[in-house]
T-cell receptor
Framework: DAGVTQSPTHLIKTRGQQVTLRCSPKSGHDTVSWYQQALGQGPQFIFQYYEEEERQRGNFPDRFSGHQFPNYSSELNVNALLLGDSALYLC??????????????FGPGTRLTVL | DAKTTQPPSMDCAEGRAANLPCNHSTISGNEYVYWYRQIHSQGPQYIIHGLKNNETNEMASLIITEDRKSSTLILPHATLRDTAVYYCIAHLTDSWGKLQFGAGTQVVVTP
């Protein structure tokens, strides 16, 4: 059973560019959450997708957007990249059970470097 | 979600039990205590979670005090591969899943 997968593993971009990161959830999971982890800090919640809609968002600007596809996979898009966007981007998947969200399982992350 | 407090670092000898404390004095009755760990530059790995009762799985044991204001994660026989940052999170599972990570505890297992 494959766990959460993310692509690419590493990415280098320059300021002002746009980037798309991809995530495939664990089998049987229908909810995807994205986190940003700057060096030396804990992961910070960006947003969560369920039923192809963003249903919760952290304190991130509109430059950060996402999408969830019918097969539950997800993309994170970041526009107008800033140097401060350099971070490890983590995807976590979980299953929705009634009104509760079960345990989140994380992927290996995508390391984004903005020059 | 309630805020948690953990020591910034701790050392443990290989083969000994590692006891990682976490304070969550403002935890509400329906918030679970979750533990994750993160080995350098990898994604966080789920370890265990519990509400009131003590829990044990193949990785660790979780001891929650009766008043639920603190908990301890126990790694029974630490190995070098257990060196990681350990995060304790108080989490409301019907809050749609936003996990609030703190700084965690850097655990170093030494030979």
């Amino acid at each position: 059973d494959a766990g959460v997968t993310q692509s690419p593993t590493h990415l280098i971009k320059t300021r002002g560019q746009q980037v798309t990161l991809r995530c495939s959830p664990k089998s049987g999971h229908d909810t995807v959450s994205w986190y940003q982890q700057a060096l030396g800090q804990g992961p910070q919640f960006i947003f969560q997708y369920y039923e192809e809609e963003e249903r919760q968002r952290g304190n991130f600007p509109d430059r950060f957007s996402g999408h969830q596809f019918p097969n539950y996979s997800s993309e994170l898009n970041v526009n107008a990249l800033l140097l401060g966007d350099s971070a490890l981007y983590l995807c976590a998947s979980s299953a929705q059970t009634g009104y509760s969200t079960d345990t989140q399982y994380f992927g290996p992350g995508t390391r984004l470097t903005v020059l | 979600d309630a805020k948690t407090t953990q020591p910034p670092s701790m050392d443990c000898a290989e083969g000994r039990a590692a006891n990682l404390p976490c304070n969550h004095s403002t935890i509400s009755g329906n918030e679970y205590v979750y533990w994750y760990r993160q080995i350098h530059s990898q994604g966080p790995q789920y370890i265990i979670h519990g509400l009131k009762n003590n829990e044990t799985n193949e990785m660790a044991s979780l001891i929650i005090t009766e008043d639920r204001k603190s908990s301890t994660l126990i790694l029974p026989h630490a190995t070098l591969r257990d060196t990681a940052v350990y995060y304790c999170i108080a989490h409301l599972t019907d809050s749609w899943g936003k996990l609030q990570f703190g700084a965690g505890t850097q655990v170093v297992v030494t030979p």
